[in-house]
């Protein structure tokens, strides 16, 4: 055992000769290690491989560089037929200790046999395939490759496992529990045979003995009967005596001497000569082995490289990323001075058009600031350019198709109503639609005044349809939209007077009366903006 820190070794004191170091705990946790080892070997003696299995794996954690531990629980995945698990831990093992280890011999062992390699790839591939057709519902496929998966590798304790409990589905519990007992056989504790071995208890209600009848005697009995041996005890000593004997003659006993040159020659043939050849396969066995071992470093090695060229990769991507971003901000900043200059220059229609597709998100400090006054003041410039269209259409030239145009716009352009005229404008849009006859979008624009502003919701309840008020006027409280200024307002109706302001209630015919008389000229027009009858001729 050797220093982690500076990896001198160590001795029987609590601290490194080297480093002075305090390595009491390394030396505790070795001990742990080294004693789930000996649990596992334990454990393993006695073909509890599940158990050995778990103890050595815990072992491991403990310390990974235990050799004897990995070695171990490598022969406990062989035995039970997993030989690929097996092989991983014999490879690790080779790789922390690369002399005198057993994992050499165990791998030798195993590579050295093509033919016995070659046939565990085909078991697990069958395996797995049997796994498949289950997930399918193929269960005959499944029972067919798992009989081809036990007659190649009898240890391999999941396919044992697998099949019965295929058989158990098809209530087939007799054959189920032999293959169980096989596989208790191999792993005599595996928690899953013993679970299945159960729940066939359960079902047959018969038990399972897991006890292996020894009849080595039985054997030795036959065998003396068919070979005609007598045997007794003589005291302490046992006496095989035949119970026939018959001289060879002349011709058996050429016979003989034949049978043995030709045995002679099968011995040289069959055991000579495999001899020299298994000599030579073993030492190209062996170069493979290492050219093996040297491809899979490399191949760790490759692996390492590509996580790294990966990382690179994601790095310049995020870098990318963050140059676009920037080129985007960079051409808001641009866009925004483009607008800055339109707005300056007086045209205010376009920089309000341009300045709506900008982002707000896009600019912060100074920038965030010229944003927000543009956006202020293109809004404030484009609400007063169309709100003097519209009232210039409405009065005093009456076209109100154009004022209703106008006015629409002024109140779009201020959505937030924070211009000081936008009660007006929305006022002035109500009352062209109104004089237009469009009730339907007065009516609209009338309740929208009473909820923005319910201080002037009187001033135009009278022209609300549904109220009821229309056929006769707007009011004592109307408001006064004639755009005449001192003029005189009025209503048209069949009352005969004028509610407003006490002025002409003069009745014409079909019964209209003065809207509003001009102070200039002393004329008089209805509420439509049309000439009285009798007036200017």
Known sequence: MRCIYCNTPLAAIDYCTGCGAD??????????????????????????ME?????????????????????????????????????????????????????????????????RLDTINQTIRKYNQSVL?????????????????????????????????????????????????????????????LRYLQEIEDVTGKGTSLNKKHKKYEKEKEDDRVSGTLRYMSGTEMVIQPTTFRDSSTIATFINIIL??????????????????????????????EANTKLATESVKVQDLQDQIDDYAQQAERAENDRDDALAKAQSYDDLLAVANIYISGDQTTAANLIAGLNADDFDGNAKTLYDSLNQAVQS?????????????YYPNADYDTAIIQLQKAVDSDPERKQEKHYEAMLYLGMAYYYKGDTTHADEVFRQI????????????????????????????????????????????????????????????????AAWTDPN???????????LPGQGQ
């Not at 406990?76 to 690369?98: D, H, M, P």
């Not at 036990?150 to 054959?175: C, D, G, T």
């Not at 000229?521 to 000439?531: A, E, I, K, M």
């Open 381 to 393: 410039s484009l609400f007063t350019q169309y709100y003097t269209a519209g009232t210039s259409a």
């Open 260 to 289: 043995g040159i030709l045995l002679g020659g099968a011995i040289v043939w069959f055991l000579i000569v495999p001899a020299n050849r298994q000599a030579v396969n073993d030492a190209a066995n062996r170069q493979v082995t």
């Open 450 to 513: 009473t909820e923005y502003y319910p201080a002037h919701a009187a001033e135009v309840q009278g022209y609300i349809s549904s109220s009821g008020q229309n056929s006769g006027g707007a009011g004592s409280n109307a408001a006064d939209l004639s755009g005449m200024g001192d003029a005189a307002t009025g209503q048209y109706g069949t009352t005969g007077e004028d509610p407003t302001s006490g002025g002409d209630t003069t009745q014409y015919p079909d019964g209209l009366y």
């Open 133 to 193: 057709y289950c997930r399918e519902d193929n269960e005959d496929m499944a029972i067919i490759q798992l009989k081809k998966v036990i007659s190649q590798n009898p240890k391999f304790v999941k396919a044992y496992q697998l099949l019965a409990l295929l058989y158990m589905k098809r209530q087939e519990y007799e054959r189920a529990r032999k293959l169980l007992k096989k596989a208790a056989h191999i792993d005599t504790t595996n928690t899953t045979t």
């Open 51 to 115: 158990g050995a299995i778990t103890c050595l794996k815990r072992s491991l954690k403990f310390n990974k560089e235990n050799i004897d531990a990995r070695n171990l629980l490598g022969l406990c995945y062989y035995e039970t037929g997993e030989a690929v698990s097996a092989l991983c831990e014999w490879v690790v093992s080779k790789n922390l200790q690369q002399q005198d280890n057993l994992a050499d011999y165990y791998i030798n062992q195993l590579q050295n046999n093509k033919n």
């Open 23 to 48: 390595i009491t705990i390394q030396k505790r946790i070795v001990r742990i290690s080294n004693l789930l080892y000996n649990e596992g070997l334990e454990k393993a003696l006695v073909r509890d």
């Open 521 to 531: 000229t002393g004329l008089q027009y209805d509420v439509n903006g049309n000439l």
